[in-house]
């Protein structure tokens, strides 16, 4: 009953040794499969997302020696030479498998520290494992583990909460202008990569109503199209800027293209709603006057970068709160799996002692043939007694003591000391 | 006299407050829960201490300055408990604690009364006083409301968005707060003063009409219905509005106390 994982993430592979390492869906489910068939993994669940591809399983020997043959099955499944691969593995087992697990699913292990993709990515594998039925008790114990740790986490921290980008940063600080934005509309001035991820911010927020404005307007109709927004009129500002509550601007322009007279006229024409200006140009796009108009919120790339490296700091200030929240689950679950494994080992030595007791009775009891057939009863009978106070008695209690379990750290020792090798549970 | 309920009570407001600044420190959910569970303890405490006090001195909480103030603190923290639950927004509830805490315990420091009990009596007398508190209680929350929308929002435009920033409710939020405040307090004096008059009717002969606490009344009637429609729909939304609203309190301030004091004929402490 131990664990194996065996992966790579963004810290140990390039991309192009990602990509390669990758799985689909449908690879993961067959990877399982094969893994099954060839007895290298009794449960498997395969974590694969654009930073990891992580194998966790349950080997039927030990978790050491299941190791290799899991980097051979990786290398030979995608074709990707072993020694090539073998410089971006990694292998963690029992404790640190686990730990490493609910490190990924607390976001500690991400790219982005604490970011929240993480915890869907981990549940949705899950499910597609546990539906198609790879994983088994311990798998199943182990991940429902990760995502109570990823819950709590993000619940009990604010490791997720701050921003860590200058998109995310801007949409996070319309928030706190104007509260959950899917009631409210915005206008994405630009159509380069920043107004994509702009627009990618907004969207996941729900927003009712996306605008996109550019010079070119082929590339603003395929941005919008997208992002299911509609198309304003380049250079139409009175027009555009009426409805919107966020205005995000990120245009090549060498002169400020929202100027002071336009976001006032707007504004008069707005009945002084409150308008977010997020300046994403450079040069700037806004002119630095529109800041001082009432109710006109402007933030630059420079405001929104020292608020993301605020963040940073302010985030990585959690992490021994979360560590904290990891190390209690991965004692729980140790102590859970020592549990089920010492349960099954007290069943073993009670299988192994009565078996035990049935030779030794055959082998010297029934060769005193000088003894009457109730003196041999009651010797049978002494020595069941015998028996029972010194083995069976404490294995009763092994199942059935909790705190006793507790004590016990090590398992394989009390195996290897009563089943010499001979059964494992 | 017992004073159990009155430790009980500062007990629990002082906790809620130390609750309620760790929630807007540390963001932690529990932290947040435990205050609102704490402040309707205190709530709960408050008003047994209220109804002893009363029933010691055979009459009613705002007899004296010290009942007026402690009923304020009361219903400064129903009125705010209320606006949490239906705003499902905790994070305002470490700047009212304090206007409770002291409303709280200023009441047991109040001087000892000497004025005359007013004339008025009656169940339609005790609702026009109380109203008229709930009345001040809520204007006094969309006071504190609109300080901290002025406060976040100066933070917001300076660029100076530290901890307590992305923890404190967002601005439009706030305004809605202040408004559901505002109005919640419009409903009270509006009824409260009608009940005033029909009080005042029955005691022919003995309370003037040109009471200067009427007039300060209507005007700050008509002030926070000037405010509730400029806050919603015109130019003046935003920060306006809000240092509108402190004004505003300012005004029930004065009627609170230099009119009730120094020019009413009929008013004391409400």
Excluded at chain 1, 40 to 50: A, K
Excluded at chain 1, 356 to 379: G, K, N
Aim: aromatic share 10%.
């Amino acid at each position: 009953m131990e664990i194996v994982l065996v992966g790579l993430n963004h810290r140990t592979a390039p991309v192009e040794v990602r990509e390669r390492v990758s799985f689909t869906t449908e690879q993961a489910q067959r990877a399982a499969d094969e893994l099954r068939t060839r007895g290298i993994l009794e449960e498997t669940l395969v974590l694969s997302t654009c930073n990891r591809s992580e194998v966790y399983g349950v080997p039927p020997e030990s978790s050491h020696e299941s190791a290799p043959g899991l980097s051979s099955f990786l290398s030979e499944f995608h074709a990707v030479r072993l020694d090539v691969l073998n410089v971006s593995l990694y292998h963690h087992y029992d404790r640190e498998a686990v730990r490493h697990l609910f490190r990924v699913s607390a976001g500690l292990d991400s790219m982005l520290l604490g970011e929240a993709e993480i915890l869907g990515q981990v549940r949705e594998a899950y499910r597609f494992a546990h539906e198609h039925g790879a994983t088994g008790p311990v798998l199943n114990r182990l991940f429902q583990g990760a995502l109570e740790v990823g819950k709590r986490v993000r619940s009990e921290t604010e490791l997720g909460t701050r921003p860590m980008s200058a998109a995310s940063a801007g949409v996070k600080l319309a928030e706190r202008i104007f509260g959950k934005l899917s009631e409210r509309s915005a206008l994405v001035v630009g159509a380069g990569t920043t107004s994509e991820q702009v627009l990618s911010q907004l969207r996941d927020r729900g927003m009712a109503h996306l605008h996109v404005m550019n010079r070119s307007r082929d590339r603003a109709n395929d941005l919008a199209k997208q992002f299911g927004a509609k198309v304003a009129v380049w250079g139409e500002w009175e027009q555009a800027l009426q409805s919107p509550d966020v205005v995000v601007s990120s245009v090549a322009a060498e002169e400020p293209v929202l100027r002071r007279e336009i976001v006032e006229r707007a504004m008069a024409a707005r009945g002084n709603r409150a308008l977010f200006l997020m300046d994403l140009g450079m040069p700037r796009n806004v002119d630095p006057g529109v800041g001082k108009l009432y109710n006109v919120y402007v933030y630059t790339m420079d405001d929104l970068t020292d608020i993301v490296q605020q963040n940073r700091n302010a985030r990585e200030s959690e992490i021994p709160r979360a560590e904290n929240i990891v190390d209690e689950h991965v004692g729980k679950f140790l102590s859970w799996q020592a549990s089920v494994e010492l349960v099954g080992l007290v069943d073993a030595l009670r299988i192994r002692i009565r078996e035990e007791r049935a030779a030794f009775i055959r082998s010297r009891v029934e060769s005193m043939q000088h003894l009457a057939e109730a003196d041999r009863a009651h010797v049978e009978k002494l020595m069941d007694e015998m028996l029972e106070k010194l083995l069976l008695e404490p294995a009763q209690r092994l199942r059935g003591e909790k705190q006793l379990r507790r004590k016990i750290q090590n398992a394989e020792a009390l195996r290897d000391l009563f089943l010499s090798n001979r059964e494992k549970p | 006299m017992n004073h159990f309920y009155l430790i009980l009570t500062a007990l629990a407001y002082a906790l809620s407050l130390w609750l309620y600044v760790q929630f807007l420190s540390t963001g932690r959910k529990l932290t947040g829960r435990l205050g609102t569970i704490l402040l309707a303890l205190g709530l709960v405490t408050h008003y047994f201490a209220l109804l002893e006090r009363s029933r010691g001195s055979h009459t009613v909480p705002y007899h004296d300055l010290y009942g007026s103030m402690s009923l304020f603190g009361w219903l400064l923290a129903l009125t705010y408990l209320g606006l949490e639950l239906f705003h499902r927004q905790r994070s305002v509830g470490a700047f009212v604690l304090p206007f409770i805490l002291v409303f709280f315990l200023a009441a047991h420091l109040a001087p000892a009364d000497r004025l005359p009990p007013p004339a008025a009596h009656g169940i339609v007398f005790a609702f026009h006083v109380t109203l008229s508190i709930l009345a001040y209680a809520a204007f006094a929350l969309s006071f504190v409301l609109s300080l901290i929308f002025l406060g976040e929002e100066r933070l917001l435009r300076r660029h100076k968005v530290g901890d307590v920033v992305w923890r404190l409710p967002p601005l439009e939020l706030l305004e809605q707060m202040s408004r559901s405040s505002v109005l919640v307090g419009l409903i009270s004096i509006s009824i409260g003063t009608a009940l005033g008059f029909v009080s005042v009717d029955r005691l022919p002969g003995q309370n003037s009409l040109f009471d200067p606490k009427y007039i300060i009344t209507l005007l700050v009637l008509a002030l926070y219905v000037l405010y509730f429609f400029l806050a919603r729909t015109t130019a003046w939304r935003g920060a306006r509005a809000s240092k509108l609203c402190m004004f505003n309190f300012a005004i029930v301030v004065l009627s609170f106390t230099v009119v009730n004091f120094y020019f009413s004929h009929s008013h004391r402490y409400f």
